[in-house]
């Protein structure tokens, strides 16, 4: 059994041996005839070619290429603001009555205080006088009974009695002048009357505007931005102000606000004039703001007018090498956001590579390419 055994391996072995040189052996002759091949494949076409001058003639694109910006990316938003103020407001009269008198023009410089106007108050002027009399008297009774009670002679009741008569005589008094001093209209802050609102002759009343009073030291630019831009800007951010006349400067948030108008889904941003513009802007006047709403200091970016797309995404044509030849590859990248004929690349690009700009359109992936500058 054994010596049976022995047979068999020498036999199997015998035929692997010639099975792997049999393989060998139709290597050799496939390189040789892959050699004879070409080598017919070259002299038919040197041939031909003596015949027809433009057989086997590659097709070049010319193209040009740029390198990938690396750096920062900015991506802005363009909206409208007003000019505002807290300090642009219509005076009211607190009481009514007939106006007597207009202190104030239109236009005209003010302070805080200054009266712009009087109202008709010789009914309270009266009363104030009937008062003041009777409050003369009845001071005088008080002090004496105040004496008398000191050394003790008098009744408490008498003193206590002429005591409440002028205490109260005075409160009267006061809440008179209180009351007289509404009849005058005065300026609540320094700053330009913009518009007189009465007239001498005319009823006042307190649901009437007499005055509007602007000061410019409060004004401040307020923007409507949609409510997708909620987390993207902080006070202290910097903006672009455009105003008219070409005039532009950078300016900063001031204000964010935290609630949502729910008639058109935005929020307030509040942004500072600065001082040396604030007399070239007027109030309610419209401006145009630039806003950074999202900023990489490591992008790498490329001009949008050189990504296309298929049904599988975005891609660009790149150069690479191929038998010897520049060739144009596809290339998928993903695309992150695009701003003022830029694109952010998130993911294809890493920096280094020769991006297909001019002749872009005009190239397949594969196809052969010259590079002119």
């Not at 017919?40 to 041939?47: A, C, M, W």
């Not at 009266?126 to 008398?148: A, V």
């Not at 202290?236 to 889904?265: A, E, H, K, M, W």
């Not at 490591?298 to 298929?310: C, K, R, T």
Request: net charge negative; proline share 3%; charged share 25%.
């Amino acid at each position: 059994m054994k010596k049976i055994t022995l047979i068999l391996t020498c036999i199997l072995l015998s035929c692997d041996n010639s099975s792997l040189e049999q393989k060998k052996k139709r290597v050799d002759e496939l390189k040789n005839s892959l050699v004879e091949i070409y080598t017919e494949i070259d002299n038919l076409e040197k041939e031909i070619s003596e015949f027809d001058s433009t057989f086997n003639n590659k097709n070049y694109e010319l193209v040009s290429t740029i390198s990938p910006y690396s750096g920062t990316f900015s991506h802005e938003i363009s909206l409208r603001g007003n000019i505002q103020s807290n300090m642009n407001i219509l005076i009211v009269p607190e009481v009514m009555g007939q106006v007597d008198k207009i202190y104030v023009e239109e236009g005209e410089t003010v302070k805080k205080g200054k009266i712009l106007a009087s109202i008709n108050s010789d009914i309270i002027q009266s009363n104030i006088e009937e008062i003041e009399s009777s409050l003369n008297l009845l001071k005088t009774i008080y002090d004496r009974q105040s004496n008398l009670w000191k050394e003790e002679i008098g009744s408490e009741i008498e003193y206590l009695r002429s005591k409440t008569n002028y205490e109260s005589a005075k409160n009267r008094y006061n809440a008179l002048k209180i009351q007289a001093s509404k009849f005058s209209i005065t300026a609540p802050f320094s700053g330009i009357i913009e518009s007189v609102n009465t007239k001498v002759g005319e009823v006042s009343s307190p649901g009437m505007p007499a005055f509007r009073m602007f000061n410019d030291s409060d004004s401040y630019i307020s923007v409507d931005v949609p409510e997708n831009y909620l987390n993207s800007f902080e006070i202290g951010d910097t903006v672009l102000v455009n105003g008219s006349d070409q005039l532009s400067f950078n300016s900063i948030i001031i204000s964010v606000g935290q609630v949502i108008n729910p008639s058109n889904r935005t929020f307030s941003l509040g942004i500072k004039i600065k001082d040396d513009f604030k007399d070239d802007f007027k109030p309610n006047q419209v401006v145009g703001i630039k806003l950074t709403d999202y900023k990489n200091d490591n992008a790498v970016s490329i001009p949008s007018n050189i990504i296309y797309s298929d049904e599988r995404g975005n891609y660009i044509f790149i150069v690479d090498e191929f038998d010897g030849e520049r060739i144009a590859r596809k290339l998928p990248i993903l695309v992150g956001k695009s701003f003022d004929y830029k694109s952010e690349i998130i993911r294809g690009l890493v920096g280094d590579e020769m991006v297909i700009d001019k002749g872009s359109s005009d190239v397949v992936d594969g196809a052969y390419i010259k590079v002119v500058d």
